[in-house]
């Protein structure tokens, strides 16, 4: 009758708009898990790698220099017009870009830096990125960034003197870049007010050591310009400002604590 042929053609029309979804769904997903599933793939192109402790400076093709810094991967590609690709797995660069003749209005298709979180435009510019086991930092010192990320779902410009660093979970931060960060680039680390515990996580990734603190002086904070390949003058400078003492564990920990505890 009727009224049966008609629930049998709304019943076919709902579960054609069931499965519309569902592929919509599937098809959003295939592209964000492509997208990261692209980023770990055997990437084309020429490898430098610095290990513990190591710096390392690079001329690209284009003339644009890059500085690496400790722990770091990065794949380096030309592309057919003469574009820079380069692909950051692990660790930090800092870029300085060749002056180019053209308009800066645009993101600079001379340069594309490629991290597993997020893609980094520049616009003539000098600029950092550093890959952390939790998070990609941008920073910017001159010029400007483009960045974006299928990850957030957004796109981002950064002026000089900004940063942004995106979590793994997608967590968005803003921040300012410093120059003082760049103090690798002379063996130093230059720190304002840095809780004790991000401080000796820092000192680590220039050492074959596992360096960290008791919880009770995890946030003293830590100020002043440090030697990186200097271990005993840091933790006697240390020692004498914060009141604390490192203590050495087989060779490759070292626990610092309260001397009064």
Known sequence: NLQGVSRRVLGRRKALGRRQLLLAGIACGALSTGWFWSQRQPFAGVVYRTGVGEVRSLTLHNGSRVQLNTSTELYVSVGAEGEMHLRLTAGEILVETVPRKTSTATPDPAMVVQTELMRVQPLGTR???????????????????????????????????ESLTLSRSGKVSRGQSNSQELAWQRRML?????????FLKELSRYHHM????APSIAEYPVSGTYP???????FKVLGDQLGVEFNTYLGVWVIARDKLS
């Open 127 to 161: 600029f950092s990125v550093r890959v952390d086991d939790a998070y990609v930092k941008a920073s910017l010192y001159e010029g400007g960034l483009q960045l974006d990320s299928p990850l957030a779902q957004e796109s981002w410009q950064l002026l000089p003197g």
């Open 228 to 234: 990186i390949d200097d271990l005993s003058s840091v």
């Open 210 to 213: 596992w360096v960290r603190c």
């Open 190 to 198: 230059v720190v304002n007010s840095m809780p004790l515990k991000h």
